[in-house]
């Protein structure tokens, strides 16, 4: 995974501090608004994350005083020829749902912080993430409609199971935006605290969980998705099934033997 992926359109630069890669949005003159050469450099570096195993969390945060204000049709679509019937049926399943996907089903913790605009796609990303920590000037905004188009990037499915069905028709239909204190008060997000402490609380959060149990995190992850469209029979058949496997890890031993000898357990990950 390279330091960065550079190009006119942004860039996204990541970097590593331990067991935990940092992955940073950077087109800030236009609030890091996502290009194509962008999204295609987030698919890369999260499907390489999918298949690291010295990482233990990822954290996805915004350059400047914005995290993004979602995908840059305009900028993106400039002097290109009129696209066939079809375009973007085609092309967003691999690119921006694409990422969608990698982010909520990666088998590690993804943190997210957010300051200023957390729009559209951006607004989503957050949304996708384990654990969101959102600046008190943070705004979640849903502009779709305001634009003429239908809800995208994932919009539909992740609101009504984070806030409910009102508040996503709010968000969606009505395009309110919603300021971070409300978000975490609605759970659509994990806390809002004050801008000078976002990133000690970021940093805090990320340590715990880069020194947990990484296999068993990645497996209740994957059941806790699973479970929103499951019957509680097979929600817990599929827990099974994961409990099986986080009982033959390392961390599963160390667990046990911390406990029994009254200790915090040194999980290792494995």
Not at 88 to 98: E, K, Y
Request: proline share 3%.
């Amino acid at each position: 995974m390279g330091d960065e992926a550079r190009s006119a359109d942004g860039i996204v630069t990541t970097s590593r501090d331990g067991a935990v890669l940092h992955i940073v949005l950077d087109r800030v003159g236009r609030r890091n608004s996502l290009s194509y050469s962008m999204i295609d450099t987030l698919i890369n570096t999260l499907a390489a994350a999918a298949s690291d195993d010295s990482l233990r969390a990822v954290h996805l945060s915004g350059a400047g005083s914005d995290f993004c204000a979602g995908m840059d049709w305009v900028g993106s679509n400039a002097g290109r020829q009129r696209p066939r019937t079809g375009d973007l049926v085609r092309r967003i399943p691999h690119t921006a749902h694409r990422v969608i996907e990698l982010i909520h089903t990666l088998h590690l913790p993804v943190v997210c912080s957010v300051r200023g605009w957390a729009a559209g796609m951006g607004a989503n990303l957050a949304l996708a993430a384990d654990f969101t920590v959102a600046a008190a000037d943070a705004v979640f905004w849903e502009p779709f409609l305001d634009r003429g188009f239908s809800p995208d990037s994932g919009s539909t499915w992740l609101l009504p199971r984070l806030v409910g069905i009102a508040r996503a028709k709010e968000m969606l239909l009505l395009a309110e935006k919603v300021d971070a204190a409300t978000a975490a008060q609605w759970g659509l997000i994990h806390r809002s605290v004050d801008d000078t402490d976002l990133d000690a609380t970021v940093a805090t959060l990320l340590d715990r969980l880069a020194s947990g149990p990484t296999v068993a995190i990645g497996l209740a992850k994957q059941a806790i998705n699973y479970g929103q469209h499951a019957t509680l029979n097979q929600a817990m058949t599929q827990e099974l099934f994961n409990l099986e496997l986080s009982c033959r890890t390392s961390d599963f031993k160390e667990g046990l033997a911390a406990f029994r000898e009254k200790r915090t357990p040194g999980f290792t990950g494995r």
